[in-house]
C-alpha cells in the first residue's frame, strides 16, 4: 500500500486464522515498522443476511496505530458491495479484493485465484464495483491482491489489461503461482514481466524472510517501493523494523510505531537476550488474549501452536523443546513446553 513518496512501505500481510484481532493488537502493542495492515479474508455476503458475528474481527475497529485494511473474498459484484458498505459503515475507507487465495477448496468455486485465468470476468466484477457510488464518489478505495496465476504464471500478462483500466489504489503481486501454495521459489522473472504491463507500481509479496534477502530482492526490483511482508515478520517481529531502520533516509529511523527498541535503535539480534525478552512479552500477551477470548484449551492451543508454526525457525537450537509445543494437550504441559524455549521454569 503505497504512499507515493518512493520511500519504503511495509505492510503486514493477511495470513488466514492468523493474525486476526488478537495476534494484531498483542503485535503492535511489542513491535511495530509496518505502515498498514491487511486484515484476513472475510467471504462476501449478502448485507442482510449476514450474521453479526460474521464481522466480528472487525467490528468494531480495533486501536492498532497504522491503518487496517479489510480483504474481501468473493465473486460476486453485488455480495462484495454490501460487505464492503457494511465495512463502511464501521469506519473502514480502504478495501482489498482477494484474487489470490490458493487453496482449492476456495478456487473450484472460482473464488481467489480461481478467478484469474478468466480475465473478462474480473474485468466486468471491477467495472461493477467502480461504478457503484461507494467507490465512483472516492467515499472507498479498493486495491487487488493476487498471484502469478492459477496454474500458469502468464495468466497475470493476460489479465494487466483489465487490471489497468480500473482506478485500483494498489496491485500486490505474490510471485508465485496458486497451485504452488507456498511452495517452491518465487518466480522473479515473472513478476518484472507483470510490473512492465502494468499502468501502476507494483507491492511484491513472496519470501521475504531476512534482511539480506530483503536488500537484494529491493536491488533488484529497484522500481518497487511497497512490499508485503506475512511469514518473515512472524518469525522474527522485528524485521519490519530491521527494514525501516536499513532503508530510512540519513538521519533518520524510518521505523513505524514500535515499542521496542527505542526509535532509531538497532534491533536485536534473533536469539539475543532483549529479542527474547520482546518474544516472552509478544506471546504472554497473545496467550493471554485467545485465553480469554476463546472457549477450552483445544481452541487456544490450536492458535499457539499455529503462531509456533511461524516462530519456529527463529529457535534453530531448540528443536528438541519445540517438540513439546505439538504434542501439548493442557495449559499446564504447553507452558512448560513454552518455558523451555523462552527460558522459564
Known amino acids: 500500500m503505497s504512499d507515493r513518496t518512493g520511500t519504503t512501505t511495509l505492510t503486514l500481510a493477511p495470513l488466514h486464522g492468523v493474525t486476526g484481532r488478537i495476534l ?8 511495530g515498522g509496518f505502515d498498514a495492515v491487511m486484515a484476513p479474508f472475510l467471504l462476501a455476503v449478502p448485507g442482510p443476511s449476514a450474521k453479526r458475528n460474521h464481522y466480528r474481527d472487525l467490528v468494531p475497529a480495533e486501536a492498532i496505530p497504522v491503518p487496517l485494511v479489510p480483504q474481501i473474498l468473493g465473486n460476486d459484484a453485488d455480495s462484495f458491495l454490501s460487505t464492503a458498505r457494511a465495512l463502511r459503515d464501521a469506519g473502514y475507507a480502504r478495501f482489498n479484493w482477494n484474487l489470490g487465495c490458493p ?9 481467489g485465484a ?6 473478462e470476468r474480473v474485468d466486468g466484477f471491477l467495472g ?6 461507494l467507490f465512483a464518489r472516492g467515499e472507498a478505495t479498493l486495491s487487488v491482491k493476487l498471484r502469478l496465476g492459477l496454474a500458469n504464471p502468464g495468466e497475470i500478462l493476460a489479465l494487466m489489461p483489465a487490471l489497468n483500466r480500473h482506478p485500483l489504489e494498489a496491485v500486490i503481486l505474490h510471485a508465485r503461482i496458486g497451485t504452488q501454495m507456498y511452495r517452491g521459489s518465487v ?5 518484472e514481466a507483470a510490473a512492465a504491463l502494468s499502468a501502476r507500481p507494483l507491492a511484491y509479496n513472496g519470501d521475504i524472510t531476512g534482511l539480506s534477502g530483503f536488500m537484494a530482492l529491493s536491488e533488484r526490483l529497484a522500481g518497487v517501493s511497497d512490499w508485503m511482508i506475512g511469514r518473515g515478520a512472524l518469525a522474527d517481529p522485528f524485521l519490519p523494523a530491521r527494514i525501516k531502520r536499513a532503508t530510512a533516509p540519513r538521519g533518520g529511523s524510518g521505523s513505524g510505531p514500535v515499542r521496542f527498541p527505542a526509535a532509531g535503535a538497532e534491533p536485536p539480534a534473533i536469539g539475543s537476550p532483549d529479542w527474547l525478552s520482546s518474544i ?5 500477551d497473545a496467550y493471554a488474549g485467545y485465553r480469554a477470548a476463546l472457549c477450552g484449551p483445544s481452541h487456544v492451543l490450536a492458535k499457539m501452536k499455529e503462531l509456533w508454526g511461524y516462530l519456529a525457525p527463529s529457535f534453530p537450537s531448540r528443536r528438541r523443546e519445540l517438540g513439546g509445543i505439538p504434542r501439548a494437550r493442557s495449559f499446564a504441559e504447553y507452558e512448560r513446553a513454552v518455558g523451555a524455549i523462552l527460558g522459564r521454569t
Do not use: C, I, Q
Not at 461493477?128 to 457510488?133: E, L, P, T, Y
Not at 518466480?187 to 513478476?191: P, R, T, Y
Open 187 to 191: 518466480n522473479l522473472e515473472a513478476f
Open 114 to 119: 480461481g478467478l484469474l485465468p478468466y480475465p
Open 280 to 284: 516472552r512479552v509478544f506471546h504472554d
Open 24 to 31: 494484531r493488537s498483542a503485535w503492535f502493542r511489542s513491535f
Open 103 to 111: 487453496y482449492p477448496m476456495v478456487t473450484k468455486k472460482f473464488r
Open 128 to 133: 461493477r464495483v467502480f461504478a457503484d457510488g
